[in-house]
């Protein structure tokens, strides 16, 4: 919902497909609505909890993360549910965010039979995967987007099955991110200055912003660049979903010395 929230500001039309247990609050669903997301992917079921994930900080921003699946982890239909989801639309691309590894794999699978081109992101759900579950994962997918930790968690669990990629991106906190591609070589970009307030969902944003920008054209360069920004942007905000991206250009242009010109696109 992260990545949906900071899409939306960029100009996207973000449709999330998740599983929520009944206890849904109704001041989120109000800042949905707000937002005008589109919720129709939203599936409420008869559980008590939805997923939840408690981010814990340290004095040197490293951050530990609990996270709880939620009921997507009993829903039987998770798979055919997804697939009718995807097939009744005309998705111009999708990202297979954290989840459980049957989910993330049936999702995949689901985006590849629709013919819908997608990122993956495992995150902080890596912990879940066993080196099979992992190895499936990248068999299905193109592109994958990792920061250093879980991508040295994937060399550890598969070794060079990553090089069969056609998309690697390895975000690494302040020291920017380095990506490797099949089609447009190896790149690295600084990270983007910011004041410090609160990290908890800056990958997110990243994400959000590199998505949006292929999707508006840019080069690999560009779009790691603009993940930058809104990385930067979210830094400098308490809380994941409270930050505007309404100057997104003028810290786009004070970062890099020019203008994003795929924005246009």
């Known amino acids: ?3 949906a929230y900071t899409l939306k500001l960029l100009g996207q039309d973000p449709v999330p497909f998740v599983f929520v ?8 669903a109000a800042h ?5 997301i589109d919720v129709s992917g939203i599936n409420a079921v008869d559980a008590p909890y939805s997923s939840h994930a408690f981010v814990f900080t340290d004095c040197e921003h490293n951050q530990f993360t609990a996270f709880f699946g939620g009921p997507a982890a009993d829903a039987q239909d998770f798979a055919p549910s997804l697939r009718r989801f995807a097939a009744a639309r005309a998705f111009a691309y999708a990202i297979i965010a954290p989840d459980l590894p049957a ?5 995949a699978s689901a985006a590849q039979a629709c013919g819908i081109p997608f990122l993956t992101d495992p995150g902080q759900n890596l912990t879940d995967f066993t080196a099979a579950d992992a190895l499936e994962l990248l068999r299905l997918s193109h592109a994958l987007i990792v920061n250093e930790y879980e991508y040295a968690t994937l060399q550890r669990m ?3 099955a990553l090089n069969d990629l056609e998309l690697l991106v390895v975000t690494q906190g302040e020291r920017g991110a380095f990506w490797r591609s099949a ?23 990243f994400r959000a912003g590199f998505v949006n920008a292929r999707l508006r054209g840019a080069n690999l360069r560009d779009a790691v660049r603009a993940g930058g920004v809104a990385a930067a942007i979210v830094l ?9 991206c309404d100057d997104f250009d003028v810290r786009y242009r004070y970062a890099w010395r020019e203008a994003p010109a795929w924005r246009s696109s």
């Open 158 to 160: 598969v070794g060079t």
């Open 32 to 36: 949905l609505d707000a937002l005008r």
């Open 1 to 3: 919902m992260n990545i």
């Open 183 to 205: 089609t447009e070589g190896e790149g690295r970009q600084p990270a983007v200055a910011a004041t410090v307030v609160d990290p908890t969902g800056c990958g997110d944003a």
């Open 236 to 244: 400098e905000t308490a809380g994941c979903q409270a930050h505007r």
């Open 103 to 107: 989910n993330m794999i049936a999702a």
């Open 21 to 28: 247990a009944r206890e849904l609050e109704a001041d989120y």
